[in-house]
């Protein structure tokens, strides 16, 4: 017996570590009645085992065999234990706080309702499972069992997640996901849709564990204040952005300034590099060190013209165009009458 408060996950694993203590070894097979602290939905074929206590029971070492719902004949004699319990071992006792009932049981189990003969076997439960159960149970733990804690915690934004106070950085794909993490005084273990993404050692309350694997290289150049990669990605772009680069990085603490190259870089982007080498060689040498004017720069800078080696279009002669002869008559002279037309001269 483990008299409690609540029926937790937790509770049941301390009944069952207490249970071992006292028989001297672990049962083969528990059968539990159905309740939520060890299975989350009953049923006879298949029924749902709270994650937290099969973990111990693979731990242990023994298989969980619940009984089925409303058939009370599958644990008649667990049942037939409880009115002996309540009204033999704890009626009428003045018990004040937890560990004095299960002091209660512990001596009413040996030296009172132990002591007693069985119906059955006509032999005292403590002599008959001396003689003949203990035998059967497997060897009692050596160690102490620490109850893992399940929690569902969601990414952030930063791709970090909170578990017992400590961040730690997961992969990009689950950012602003949920998943399910698995901590123990050792360990943490992330899984997404029962699938192990993460296993980490467990930081004290107020740590940050960050892994580089799980970020961009842009990304983890501006978290670890890599100034370096920032000008080594300039100077892939062209020897001007390059020094442009190192004008705006010059000067101490030059990580207070990688937000003005990252706007360099996506100058490159949006503009191309080629167009954005040419502006920063005429502000270089104007000695003009400033993102936004040189944004502005390439902004209203007129569009470059593209050459191509398309031919000039032709230009149909237009239909009625009159023969230029027909304007060059003498000045003073008359016209003379054509003698296709059928007009008089006049």
Not at 73 to 91: G, L, T
Not at 156 to 168: E, F, N, S, T
Not at 273 to 281: G, I, Q, S, T, Y
Request: charged residues 30%; hydrophobic residues 35%; positive net charge.
């Amino acid at each position: 017996m483990h008299p409690c408060f609540r029926e937790t996950p937790q509770t049941a694993i301390e009944a069952c570590e207490g249970a071992w203590a006292y028989f001297g070894g672990i049962f083969a097979v528990l059968i539990p009645d159905n309740t939520k602290a060890i299975v989350n939905r009953a049923d006879p074929l298949y029924p749902m085992i709270n994650a937290t206590f099969l973990e111990y029971a693979q731990a242990r070492d023994f298989v969980i065999d619940p009984a089925r719902s409303g058939r009370p004949k599958d644990k008649a004699r667990v049942e037939r234990s409880v009115p002996d319990v309540r009204e033999d071992c704890f009626a009428g006792e003045v018990l004040r706080t937890l560990d004095e009932a299960k002091a209660r049981a512990l001596h009413w189990t040996s030296n009172e309702y132990g002591m007693r003969r069985h119906t059955t076997t006509q032999r005292m439960p403590l002599e008959h499972f001396e003689a003949v159960e203990k035998a059967q149970l497997k060897p009692a733990p050596t160690q102490t069992y620490h109850v893992p804690k399940h929690t569902k915690p969601k990414v952030g934004p930063d791709q970090h997640v909170v578990v017992d106070k400590a961040l730690y950085s997961l992969p990009r794909e689950y950012k602003r996901k949920r998943v399910e993490a698995r901590s123990d005084p050792w360990t943490v273990r992330f899984y997404f849709e029962s699938k192990l993404i993460s296993t980490r050692t467990k930081l004290a309350p107020g740590g940050r564990h960050t892994d580089p694997a799980h970020f961009p290289p842009e990304q983890m150049a501006y978290a670890k204040r890599d100034t370096a990669f920032l000008r080594r990605q300039a100077s892939a772009q062209g020897e001007a952005i390059g020094r442009f680069a190192e004008a705006l990085l010059e000067g101490p603490m030059p990580w207070t300034r990688m937000r003005r190259v990252f706007a360099l870089l996506g100058l490159c982007r949006r503009y191309r590099a080629d167009r954005v080498e040419e502006a920063c060689v005429r502000a270089l040498d104007a000695k003009m060190y400033d993102v936004r004017r040189l944004g502005r720069m390439l902004e209203q800078a007129a569009p470059r013209i593209e050459k191509t080696n398309k031919v000039a279009p032709v230009i149909s002669i237009a239909r009625y165009l009159r023969d230029p002869r027909q304007f060059a008559l003498p000045f003073g002279t008359a016209p003379t009458a054509d003698p296709n037309d059928g007009d008089e001269p006049k």
